[in-house]
């Protein structure tokens, strides 16, 4: 079993609730971090799967490894600081990131507001996107998690939670910005602006019955993306997807439960863009502790007007020590209807099959399936 003051470094390292005010004067700090591999197999055509392509026919580790810090200061006894900040890659480059940076005040016992760069709330996981220590995954499921590459955006929130008899509910609203981001789309990184940033969520946690979460976001993407590619009339500098202040939101109903033996975790998704099919996306976990193991099944599914992907995950977790644990996990993957999921195509690839699409099979390649095999292992910890 996890120790409770492991579980109170973790939960630390995502504060963002009245209980984790600082005196004036006081510091604290946590450090988190990922060491894992991870290895796609029977996909020869992909040129890789997931939120970034990192996951690949070779084993790798900067898909699932990361280090990271949060330092929080007591400015007074109401007003704090937090930073946050993250090394990990970044397609092939290792980059340091500053996730979070912001003031926070504790206007009273139930309400908080900050404002600076704050942590998006658009997913259940989303304040624990990176302190892998505290999912029961090392990799979260990509069906869902793989559709809002936004982590942080410059504005402010409040948070108000209420204490009830049976359990607590708490609500959280944010607004803001976040330019300058990286966009991942068709195995490249393009710049990509976020304006008008909103979002909402409450969660309702109910004493030995689990936490039931609704979240909402919504958002303008501007974003150029531009490819050259080959086509029956030579090659053509093409504009693969262009965003100009298109409206994009996402809404999510998730459940977690964990009573120190049994573990479910589920979250049903839908995602808009204005232009483009909606995509709904889902998964379900269930798992069991026995003694400091914990063993877990995920059924993930996404689909849209082209098709859909569904996968199963096995997974294995031991704690090593109270605050270290080993992860391993076994994921097969199939896509249906011509659709890529979240396996990853080139532009050529992209224009290939609209071109054949287009011409009745005169010029290009037809959209195919794609399946593959994914085995993950590596170590979550927190200090």
């Not at 602006?193 to 919504?218: Q, W």
Request: with cysteine; glycine share 10%; proline share 3%.
């Amino acid at each position: 079993m996890i120790s409770t003051r492991v579980l109170s470094i973790a939960a630390l390292c995502v504060a963002s609730s009245p209980a984790f005010a600082l005196d004036q004067g006081d510091y604290r700090f946590n450090g988190f971090g990922t060491l894992g591999v991870t290895h796609l197999g029977g996909a020869d055509d992909s040129h890789g799967y997931g939120i970034t392509g990192q996951t690949t026919d070779h084993w790798r580790g900067d898909q699932l490894s990361k280090l990271g810090g949060q330092l929080q200061y007591g400015i007074t006894d109401t007003v704090g600081l937090t930073a946050q900040a993250i090394i990990k890659p970044q397609q092939d480059e290792w980059q340091g990131n500053l996730e979070w940076l912001y003031l926070s005040w504790q206007a009273t016992d139930k309400l908080k507001f900050r404002v600076g760069r704050l942590g998006g709330s658009t997913y259940m996981y989303s304040e624990t996107l990176n302190v892998g220590y505290t999912n029961p995954w090392i990799r979260l499921p990509d069906e869902v998690y793989s559709q809002v590459q936004i982590s942080n955006y410059e504005g402010a929130d409040f948070i108000y939670t209420e204490p009830l008899s049976f359990g607590s509910l708490t609500v959280q609203v944010s607004g803001g910005v976040a330019n300058n981001r990286k966009l991942f789309i068709l195995d490249k990184l393009y710049d990509a602006d976020y304006k008008n940033y909103f979002a909402a969520n409450a969660t309702l946690a109910v004493n030995d019955f689990g936490s039931l979460r609704i979240s909402y976001a919504e958002t303008d993407v501007t974003s150029n993306d531009r490819a050259v590619v080959s086509t029956p009339f030579g090659m053509v500098d093409q504009t693969i997807i262009e965003l100009d202040s298109t409206h994009t939101a996402f809404t999510s109903l998730g459940y977690q439960y964990d009573n120190g033996v049994w573990v479910s975790s589920d979250e049903l998704t839908h995602r808009t863009v204005a232009g483009a099919s909606p995509v709904d996306a889902m998964y379900f976990m269930g798992g069991r502790r026995f003694g400091d193991f914990l063993a877990h099944v995920t059924y993930g599914q996404m689909k849209d007007d082209s098709g859909h992907e569904s996968s199963w995950t096995y997974g294995l977790n031991y704690n090593v020590t109270p605050s270290v644990v080993v992860k391993g996990e076994f994921k097969r993957v199939d896509t249906h209807g011509g659709t890529s999921g979240v396996f990853i195509k080139t532009p050529q690839e992209t224009v290939n099959n609209i071109l054949f699409a287009q011409s009745s099979g005169a010029f290009g390649n037809p959209s195919r399936n794609f399946d593959g095999d994914i085995f993950s292992i590596g170590v979550d910890f927190v200090f």
